[in-house]
Each structure stands twice: as structure tokens, then as C-alpha cells.
């Protein structure tokens, strides 16, 4: 399924050749992207523009970051595109001067509350942060308020905000809703939560019935319910948080031309398919969601300012900290 996914992907960027100007050379990525997604998202790519040769790294954001870090220290950053998992790590990059414009990208079709204003990045999928739940368990939840009922009372699992991206996001936006704000996590406190590390470490805690209740992202419970897991995902009735994995053009770019194809393929509805076809939420609103899924109007995203973010992060991780323990 994974190779029929993978090919119907690669037959839909040989579709979309025509839609932008041949471009040549090499073109550095850098991404946190799985390691198989993103080599079918530089094959979708190539086959599309067979005249540029795309030389990647793969490593989680926090690593990424570190070696471009490194490397702007050093006055010799190697990647034409960052291809990220959030939006405030793209905007921190902004305010540096880091990123390069990228003035004639069409994103007509989507929210603009996705996408920066200035188009210096921009958002190829959403992957939500909402509830997951054992199929066991006796409550099921349909708002982030039932998790402090007594059912959910020391059975609760999140990754941490000093972990994990989507955490931090997932924290930031729920504080920042007036209905909910600090008060709900250090009532999450009170249930007895202890957050901490990933992702991947909440969804085997909820499916192995360690724990029944939590935060975790979409697409792994989703996946796995499809193949038999006893879990569910819910959506609430608040809304869910979102990181969007934007992809941006450094301003150190020694190929625009490349990097600014890379970029159109990634928002253009193929690049959007072939997000969908991966298993992940295309943040194009036209194309429709994997199997699983809600359709994309069906799903609310709760408010989130990146430059906010940004400007509020130690301050939130700091406050998250005293309530947990750190």
C-alpha cells in the first residue's frame, strides 16, 4: 500500500511538470520529515523537475535547528530549503532576516491564518494535537474540560511542552483560550498528568491501556485504529491545535530558482495529494482528507499567533514548568 501510495504520488508531480518553469542544479534541503516521507517527497519533487539533483538531511527540528544554527555561526549555512515541523521556529528565522520572500507563491486557496503575511514561509499539512482515548475507557470525551472529570483521575498521558513542538503549540493555544487558559493545566495537574517526552510515548501509554486518556498528534491513532487498535481520536468541541511542517527559502539560498519550485510543488494541490496520500491532513481545503479523517471543514483549529508564540515562549515553558515539576 505504503509503494501504491508513494507511486500515485509520483504519477501526480509528473502531472504538475507543466505548471512551473524548468529549473536545474542542486538543491539542499534540510527537513524533519520522516525519513520515508521525505524521500517521496523529494521523489514526487524530482519527477517533476528532473533537471534539479536534491542532496537532504533528516533530523528532528531541534537537531535541525541546531546544525543550521551551528552553521550560521560559522557564516556557511548549507540549505536552500527548511522544510519544519513549526511555525514559530519559522518565525524566529523571520525576525533574524533569515528567510527569503517568496512573493510570487499562490496561496489563494488557503487560510490565511496558516500562512505568513509576508510569505517568507509556509504551511504543507496540519497535523492537529486534540484527544485520544482508549476504546475501553468509560468516559468518552468530546472537550479538553472532560479530561478533569473523575474518570480521567490519574489515567492521563501528554508529551511535555520542553519535548515536543506540537506539545509546546498545543499548550500555547489551549492557555491562550479564554474558557480553558493555565487554570486547565493545573487542573490537568490535579488529575494527576505527568507530561513528558513524545508523541510516540503517549500513544503506546493510551493503546496499551497504561494510561486511557491524553494529547497526542492525529495521524497516530488514526493510523492505527484503521488497522485494528483499540483508540480513538476526537476533535473537540474547542477546537484543535495545529502544527503545519512550512517549508521556507533561506535568504542564504544558492539556488532560489529550485528552492522556489520546491516550494510552489508543496502548495500546489499534487503537493497536497501527495501529502494526503502519506496519511497526514493537507492544509489545502480542496483536497480531500485520508481515510480516517474528518473533511477539513468539519475541523475547527483554535486560534494561534506564531509571532505571539514566539515572544511568550520561555515565559509559557517557565509557567508549565511550576505547575508540573519540570
Given at each position: 500500500?505504503?509503494?501504491?501510495?508513494?507511486?500515485?504520488?509520483?504519477?501526480?508531480?509528473?502531472?504538475?511538470?507543466?505548471?512551473?518553469?524548468?529549473?536545474?542544479?542542486?538543491?539542499?534541503?534540510y527537513?524533519?520529515?520522516?525519513?520515508?516521507?521525505?524521500?517521496?517527497?523529494?521523489?514526487?519533487?524530482?519527477?517533476?523537475?528532473?533537471?534539479?539533483?536534491?542532496?537532504?538531511?533528516?533530523?528532528?527540528?531541534?537537531?535541525?535547528?541546531?546544525?543550521?544554527?551551528?552553521?550560521?555561526?560559522?557564516?556557511?549555512?548549507?540549505?536552500?530549503?527548511?522544510?519544519?515541523?513549526?511555525?514559530?521556529?519559522?518565525?524566529?528565522?523571520?525576525?533574524?532576516?533569515?528567510?527569503?520572500?517568496h512573493?510570487?507563491?499562490?496561496?489563494?486557496?488557503?487560510?490565511?491564518?496558516?500562512?505568513?503575511?509576508?510569505k517568507?514561509?509556509?504551511?504543507?499539512?496540519?497535523?492537529?494535537?486534540?484527544?485520544?482515548?482508549?476504546?475501553?475507557?468509560?468516559?468518552?470525551?468530546?472537550?479538553?474540560?472532560?479530561?478533569?472529570?473523575?474518570?480521567?483521575?490519574?489515567?492521563?498521558?501528554?508529551?511535555?511542552?520542553?519535548?515536543?513542538?506540537?506539545?509546546?503549540?498545543?499548550?500555547?493555544?489551549?492557555?491562550?483560550?479564554?474558557?480553558?487558559?493555565?487554570?486547565?493545566?493545573e487542573?490537568?495537574?490535579?488529575?494527576?498528568?505527568?507530561?513528558?517526552?513524545?508523541?510516540?510515548?503517549?500513544?503506546?501509554?493510551?493503546?496499551?491501556?497504561?494510561?486511557?486518556?491524553?494529547?497526542?498528534v492525529?495521524?497516530?491513532?488514526?493510523?492505527?485504529?484503521?488497522?485494528?487498535?483499540?483508540?480513538?481520536?476526537?476533535?473537540?468541541?474547542?477546537?484543535?491545535?495545529?502544527?503545519?511542517?512550512?517549508?521556507?527559502?533561506?535568504?542564504?539560498?544558492?539556488?532560489?530558482?529550485?528552492?522556489?519550485?520546491?516550494?510552489?510543488?508543496?502548495?500546489?494541490?499534487?503537493?497536497?495529494?501527495?501529502?494526503?496520500?502519506?496519511?497526514?491532513?493537507?492544509?489545502?481545503?480542496?483536497?480531500?482528507?485520508?481515510?480516517?479523517?474528518?473533511?477539513?471543514?468539519?475541523?475547527?483549529?483554535?486560534?494561534?499567533?506564531p509571532?505571539?508564540?514566539?515572544?511568550?515562549?520561555?515565559?509559557?515553558?517557565?509557567k508549565?514548568?511550576?505547575?508540573?515539576?519540570?
Amino acid at each position: 500500500m505504503k509503494k501504491l501510495l508513494i507511486a500515485a504520488g509520483l504519477l501526480a508531480a509528473a502531472s504538475a511538470s507543466a505548471y512551473a518553469e524548468d529549473v536545474t542544479g542542486k538543491l539542499v534541503l534540510y527537513t524533519s520529515q520522516p525519513n520515508a516521507d521525505a524521500q517521496a517527497t523529494v521523489d514526487a519533487f524530482t519527477a517533476a523537475h528532473p533537471g534539479v539533483d536534491v542532496e537532504w538531511v533528516r533530523d528532528g527540528t531541534t537537531k535541525i535547528m541546531a546544525k543550521l544554527l551551528a552553521e550560521f555561526e560559522a557564516g556557511a549555512p548549507k540549505p536552500d530549503v527548511l522544510l519544519i515541523a513549526d511555525m514559530v521556529t519559522m518565525e524566529s528565522l523571520k525576525q533574524e532576516g533569515r528567510l527569503m520572500a517568496h512573493e510570487a507563491a499562490d496561496v489563494s486557496a488557503y487560510d490565511p491564518a496558516i500562512m505568513d503575511k509576508d510569505k517568507t514561509y509556509f504551511s504543507t499539512k496540519l497535523i492537529t494535537t486534540g484527544i485520544m482515548y482508549n476504546t475501553n475507557a468509560p468516559m468518552k470525551p468530546t472537550s479538553y474540560k472532560d479530561l478533569l472529570k473523575p474518570e480521567a483521575k490519574d489515567k492521563l498521558a501528554m508529551p511535555s511542552p520542553l519535548t515536543s513542538g506540537a506539545a509546546t503549540i498545543h499548550m500555547t493555544a489551549l492557555t491562550s483560550n479564554p474558557d480553558l487558559g493555565w487554570a486547565y493545566y493545573e487542573g490537568l495537574a490535579d488529575q494527576g498528568a505527568n507530561p513528558q517526552g513524545g508523541n510516540g510515548g503517549v500513544y503506546k501509554a493510551i493503546a496499551g491501556g497504561e494510561k486511557l486518556y491524553g494529547f497526542v498528534v492525529d495521524f497516530l491513532p488514526i493510523r492505527e485504529k484503521l488497522k485494528g487498535a483499540p483508540v480513538e481520536f476526537v476533535f473537540p468541541e474547542e477546537g484543535v491545535s495545529a502544527v503545519t511542517e512550512p517549508v521556507a527559502i533561506l535568504s542564504t539560498a544558492q539556488n532560489p530558482d529550485a528552492a522556489k519550485a520546491f516550494v510552489d510543488f508543496l502548495i500546489s494541490e499534487d503537493g497536497q495529494k501527495l501529502a494526503a496520500s502519506q496519511g497526514y491532513l493537507p492544509a489545502h481545503p480542496g483536497v480531500p482528507a485520508p481515510e480516517g479523517f474528518p473533511a477539513r471543514d468539519q475541523i475547527k483549529l483554535m486560534k494561534f499567533d506564531p509571532a505571539e508564540a514566539l515572544k511568550q515562549d520561555q515565559a509559557n515553558k517557565m509557567k508549565f514548568s511550576e505547575i508540573f515539576g519540570g
